[in-house]
């Protein structure tokens, strides 16, 4: 048993054989299982999810659309489903946020309005139902302060003459002096005035086609906005000379600088936060007070956090927010130009605009288009119950 026979040739060959079969054997059974990696059945996660069909299942039952409400009031959000989209569940939201869910059964919820942003407000509804289908309703409120804004009276303290050909839309008191823009075709200027005198000691007038309108100072610049053309010009605050020329999306009227940026009217009820270096709207704001939308809002003053709006056509001056377009106080300047002088002027038109602040004194500066005075007064808030 030490040692073994040595195989004869036909044994060998036989051996040969087996072995090659063997490897054959062993190589086919790889591919086939790198065959069956390829053709493996996908993963759980691998697999098609299924697709949310979003159908016309809901509608809203109230609120009714653009109805008005005012800060905390109650109002009830309510929606119904059709009969073939059984609801699973479904939520509530407002201006994007999530306030509420719902079960099976319920279709309403009752929402009280906080004290925040006025103007319109988004609510929505959205259902899930069986098989994955999802329906949605919305709707929009209008929504208004609770309270009426404060009263503010004033008293005369100076007046000034100012030009009676000057067509007022800005106004702006800086270092001693009055910066004026003015409009209609043909006579648009910007101006810087001897508050004393009156007289004008440089001016700039700008293309007839244009009309000019509200004006502002932004760090040593001048930025002046014009009615209809869409365009806007900055010029340096010390020589008028024109610097560049910008371009915004609506009419302009009313503009003033609040802290790193600007705010704009255009006639409407809405104040337009705008970026200096490229005139981009950063956000907007409706202003309401306690009876609704205050529209034709002009000339714009920025003073310790609030704006003060000439609204045109009327003697009136609102203090708002500009943060939430809750108009915060008035002011009504019904007699402030005398009789004598009221009765030169033409009626549609040459009325009460242009407020500038002359923060070291703690008083405003008034006028009208093509009023031939300038007042300067100071304000001071009513007593409620007064």
């Known amino acids: 048993m030490g040692t073994g026979r040595k195989l004869n040739r036909y044994e060998q060959r036989m051996t040969c054989f087996f072995y090659i079969l063997c490897a054959f ?12 990696k390829e053709k493996k ?25 653009d109805k008005m409400y005012a ?7 309510g929606f119904e489903s059709k009969d073939r989209f059984p609801v699973d569940s479904a939520a509530f939201y407002i201006d994007g946020q999530q ?32 098989d994955n289908k999802r329906g949605i309703a919305t709707t929009t409120i209008r929504v ?33 002096f009055i910066y004026e823009g003015t409009g209609q075709y043909g006579e648009s200027s910007i101006r810087k005035t001897d508050m004393q005198t009156g007289k004008t000691l440089s ?21 002046q906005i014009t009615w209809r053309s ?58 309401y007070d306690h009876n609704g939308p ?4 002009n000339e714009l003053e920025y003073v310790d956090g609030m704006i003060w709006a000439n609204v045109w056509l009327t003697d009136r001056i609102v203090v708002i927010d500009p943060e939430t377009g809750i108009v915060r106080g008035e002011l009504n300047l019904p007699g402030l130009l005398p009789a004598t002088d009221k009765a030169r002027l033409d009626d549609k038109d040459d009325v009460l605009n242009g407020i500038a602040w002359n923060a070291g004194k703690g008083t405003f500066y008034v006028t009208g288009k093509r009023w031939p005075k300038l007042f300067e007064i100071k304000v001071k808030l009513i007593p409620y119950g007064r």
Not at 25 to 36: M, P
Not at 242 to 268: P, R, V
């Open 144 to 176: 208004k302060p609770d309270q009426a804004p404060a009263i503010y009276s004033y008293e005369v303290v100076n007046v000034f003459p100012h030009d009676p050909k000057a067509y007022t839309q800005g106004l702006i008191y800086q270092d001693g």
């Open 99 to 130: 306030i509420a869910t719902a079960g099976k059964e319920d279709r309403s919820f009752t929402y009280r309005i906080p004290e925040g942003k006025t103007g319109n407000m988004t609510i929505k509804v959205m259902a899930w139902h069986p």
């Open 25 to 36: 054997f062993i190589c086919s059974c790889g591919g086939n299982k790198t065959a069956n």
């Open 294 to 297: 205050v529209d034709q809002l």
């Open 41 to 65: 059945t996908p993963l759980a996660a691998e697999l098609p999810k299924d697709e949310v069909r979003y159908v016309k299942s809901i509608q809203l039952t109230s609120p009714g659309k």
């Open 203 to 223: 001016v700039l007038n700008i293309d007839s086609q244009l009309f000019g309108e509200g004006i502002t100072i932004y760090e040593d610049k001048i930025y």
């Open 230 to 287: 869409r365009k806007g010009f900055i010029y340096d605050l010390k020589t008028f000379t024109l610097e560049s020329t910008f371009n915004y999306n609506s009419e302009g009227w009313g503009i003033t600088t609040a802290g790193d940026h600007l705010i704009m009217s255009d006639g409407s009820n809405k104040l337009y936060h705008i970026a200096p270096s490229t005139f981009n709207i950063l956000k907007e704001v409706e202003v």
């Open 71 to 77: 800060f905390n009031e109650e109002i009830v959000i």
